[in-house]
């Protein structure tokens, strides 16, 4: 690194990249809705190496369920430009069997945005990747 | 809205978007590349109307040079649920020629991550939509 950057990018092991999900709540979920890229805010966990959040039925539940999706999380302060970003891929899925669904509402899981928002999103990681800038 | 929802969901003008893409200078991102989504953060600033953001020669710049974008900036406060989310839509193009390079030049841009970073990437909105919850 020259003294023009002196910042550091470091990639994160899945293990790292897990405890910072852990770490945040809201991320940002994209995927492809006849073509063109779409992306939006969600409060999330990570449950049983899952990201799970909760939408309305239609609208982004419709166009999300069974899309590959890119699942971001930071922490970033862009004044020192240090932070991290974790990018999970992976298939988007609505949970729908009661046995399933009993864990997932004992979370503390509150959409960011109003609304009964009363079904779950499940993300199993295809990938995980990170990065870290010192 | 009942006792159980007292948040109230605000679709924002165009005007009110840009008011707020103005106020801050870290968004995320997304676009399909080989038919998977793909989410970056990325340090950004506002200019004639576009979203301009630099980035590294080849990797992100490669894949992301003519592709439809969705760019997403937002200001959410999770435990209150408060907040705000923009999201532009555009076609996102590298900046090659030198008359347009000169005034982006001069915009304190840095990006993010570290590395020269010295090309440039515009997405022209055609379409801006935001919602604030309040």
Chains 1, 2 share one sequence.
């Not at 852990?22 to 940002?28: E, I, L, M, P």
């Not at 990018?87 to 979370?107: F, I, N």
Request: net charge negative; glycine share 6%; charged share 20%.
């Amino acid at each position: 690194m020259s003294a023009l950057t002196p910042h550091v990018l470091e990639a994160l092991s899945v293990d790292e990249c897990l405890q910072l999900l852990a770490t945040r709540s809201v991320g940002r979920i994209a995927f492809a809705h006849d073509g063109d890229p779409q992306i939006f805010p969600v409060n999330y966990q990570l449950h049983e190496g899952a990201i799970v959040f909760r939408t309305d039925y239609g609208g982004l539940l419709d166009a999300i369920h069974l899309s590959i999706a890119a699942f971001e999380v930071d922490a970033i302060d862009p004044e020192y430009r240090t932070g991290w970003s974790v990018v999970v891929h992976g298939r988007a899925e609505e949970v729908w069997k009661p046995a399933e669904l009993v864990p997932l509402r004992t979370l503390n899981l509150r959409p960011w945005a109003p609304g009964a928002r009363d079904h779950y999103v499940r993300i199993f990681p295809r990938s995980i990747t990170g990065r870290r800038i010192k």
